[in-house]
Nanobody, 115 residues
Framework: QVQLVESGGGLVQPGGSLRLSCAAS????????MGWYRQAPGKQREFVAR???????NGADSVKGRFTISRDNAKNTVYLQMNSLKPEDTAVYYC?????????WGQGTQVTVSS
């Protein structure tokens, strides 16, 4: 079955960096577009960044210039490098893909930006 497992979250001070990872299984990873979303307490889940199977990327305006999405097809893993973190980046971050008519999500990893 399809599994997406996020890791790399934690507590970081404002201005700091984190790199999230999402390891995928049960899919032909190289053929899948992959996305990162986040959900802050009391708010709806929102789009963060996406990378296509061909390597094209796009991101939300709120993270442009600070976050970078990338992928390693040999490791079936998508990454989110987060720099210059702000308190408003605090959220649970989720990995997402759409495969064989199914929409799949990981369990999420908590990112907390606080001094």
């Amino acid at each position: 079955q399809v599994q997406l497992v996020e890791s790399g979250g934690g507590l970081v001070q404002p201005g700091g960096s984190l790199r999230l990872s999402c390891a995928a299984s049960g899919i032909i990873f190289s053929r899948c577009d992959m996305g990162w979303y986040r959900q802050a307490p009391g708010k709806q889940r929102e789009f963060v960044a996406r990378i296509t199977s061909g390597g094209s990327t796009n991101g939300a305006d709120s993270v442009k210039g600070r976050f970078t999405i990338s992928r390693d097809n040999a490791k079936n893993t998508v990454y989110l490098q987060m720099n210059s973190l702000k308190p408003e980046d605090t959220a649970v971050y989720y990995c997402n893909t759409f495969w064989m008519s199914g929409d799949y999500w990981g369990q999420g990893t908590q990112v907390t930006v606080s001094s």
